[in-house]
């Protein structure tokens, strides 16, 4: 078992879950913003 490669992996597994969560709170975040520019918005 070569133990530098399973660190790897388990490395680019980590980073792949945080960009994934980070691309969720970005995109909610950003529905929230509109939500908000929306409300203040109004006529």
């Not at 133990?3 to 388990?10: C, F, N, P, V």
């Not at 945080?18 to 939500?35: A, D, P, R, Y």
């Amino acid at each position: 078992v070569n133990y530098e490669q399973l660190g790897l992996l388990a490395a680019e597994r980590l980073l792949k879950q945080i960009k994934e969560q980070t691309l969720e709170l970005e995109s909610t975040n950003v529905g929230f913003q509109l939500q908000k520019r929306a409300s203040t918005v109004r006529p």
